[in-house]
């Protein structure tokens, strides 16, 4: 609903650049053949309809191609919008000017600066988008160290990787995935966790399974690769970002899960696993699009509860298996959470209910979800607005860390942000 309320918004910049360049043209030369007009208007109609072509279309290389180059027009037509409304300021400014003052003054020393500013805004335009398609997948290592408490832990370090919104699909592939695991494996990592939006919502759109697969499989890592689902690991119809078919069942496509169990990533759907009788994994559902079987995620208690469960059982004398349980805490009568025997590591795509999480004694929480905004003022923006749009936060007793991921979502570009591969050397501590 969403998109088809912006559509005309869409259609309405698409049209105000073209007519802007054309004017351009028109003041530079003070006259333009009417076939240079048409050809303007040409290019940015065919630019504007690449990513409902490709929606419409049927599966196919073409398909994809489509969605690929309109997601690159899409971020150009947001950056040169800016230039645009400056230059719209300027001559609203300018006509109050000469409405409020009765001047007769001519229209040659606006009409320079018009074209000043209108040449300094394509050339902003392209060499900001140039380097944003560039930049886009330039994927770099990040590092991190945190302390966690020791507890019955008998290791010292961890050296842990963390990746997240991979995006696999129209615009990232094998390419992009053999730099990945290539860094990841430079990182020489004891364990490899991936926070979700694995894929993007279209399995099809994988340019090769079958390799994407094996590139999986060379990741080396001590205690294996251990990986929850994100809000687009969902196999549902995506245009410009925005999801359609609402009322539809939110699950993923089997054949996402089947990659991922012969790619060898140990998926966790609202459970875990302790590690080598060392430290705890849990790996949450998506907080919006939680998936198959699963109608409403557990929340932060339910989780130490499974957790506590998981870890503190032990022989009664009759030989019956009993456990220790802390009902005043579960039932909520009681603000003492039990106490975990090992650290706990908990997954969860989206870096929501933080307080809550370190309230019930979790001591790590990873999440991607953000990109860190992707594209310069974003990361501004959502700085404001999520709980951790990006990096290391402290809650609490709590460490979270949220990366901006390897892949891309909407725009094909980066502009003041980076595609990463999180190395956390995590340290236990007494």
């Not at 094998?174 to 939006?197: H, R, S, Y």
């Amino acid at each position: 609903m969403l998109a088809l309320i912006l559509s005309p918004l869409y259609i309405f910049a698409t049209w105000l650049i073209a007519f802007m360049v054309n004017r351009w043209l028109k003041a530079c030369f003070k006259h333009t053949h009417i076939l240079v007009r048409i050809l303007i208007y040409g290019l940015f109609i065919f630019a504007a309809s690449a990513m409902p072509i490709g929606f419409l279309l049927p599966y196919s290389k073409i398909k994809f191609a489509f969605q690929h180059y309109g997601s690159m027009w899409l971020g150009v037509l947001m950056y040169s919008m800016f230039p645009a409304v400056i230059y719209l300021v300027f001559c609203l400014i300018w006509r109050i000017h000469k409405k409020r003052t009765g001047s007769t003054e001519s229209m040659e020393r606006p009409r320079q600066v018009a074209i000043g500013w209108a040449s300094a805004g394509i050339i902003f335009t392209l060499v900001i988008c140039l380097y944003g398609f560039i930049h886009a997948t330039d994927t770099r290592i990040t590092e991190y160290t945190v302390e966690l408490p020791k507890k019955n832990c008998q290791l010292e370090e961890l050296n842990a990787v963390m990746v997240a919104d991979m995006h696999m699909g129209p615009n990232i592939g094998v390419p992009e995935m053999e730099k990945m695991v290539k860094l990841i494996n430079e990182c020489e990592p004891d364990i490899v966790f991936i926070c979700g939006d694995i894929f993007d919502n279209i399995y099809d759109a994988l340019d090769d399974p079958e390799k994407l697969i094996s590139l999986y499989r060379e990741i080396n890592s001590k205690y294996g690769v251990y990986a929850c689902y994100g809000n687009h690991d969902i196999d549902e119809p995506v245009l410009a970002g925005f999801t359609f078919n609402q009322d539809a069942k939110k699950e993923s496509d089997p054949r996402m899960d089947e990659f991922l169990e012969k790619a060898g990533v140990k998926l966790l759907r609202d459970e875990g696993v302790l590690i080598d009788n060392n430290f705890y994994v849990y790996g949450r559902p998506d907080y919006v699009r939680p998936g198959r079987g699963i109608v409403l995620r557990n929340n932060p208690r339910e989780i130490i509860e499974k957790i506590y469960l998981d870890t503190n059982s032990f022989i009664k004398e009759d030989g019956k298996t009993e456990l220790e349980y802390d009902y005043d805490w579960i039932l909520g009568m009681s603000d003492d959470a039990p106490q975990i025997d090992y650290p706990v590591i908990v997954l969860d795509h989206e870096p929501r209910e933080l307080e809550e999480l370190a309230s019930a004694g979790v001591d790590l929480t990873l999440s991607g979800h953000t990109h860190d905004g992707q594209i310069f003022p974003a990361n501004i923006l959502l700085s404001f607005i999520a709980e951790n749009s990006y990096g290391l936060k402290q809650v609490g007793n709590m460490t979270d860390i949220v990366t901006s991921g390897v892949g891309l979502f909407g725009p094909y570009m980066r502009v003041g942000t980076i595609s990463e591969v999180c190395k956390i050397k995590i340290k236990f501590i007494d």
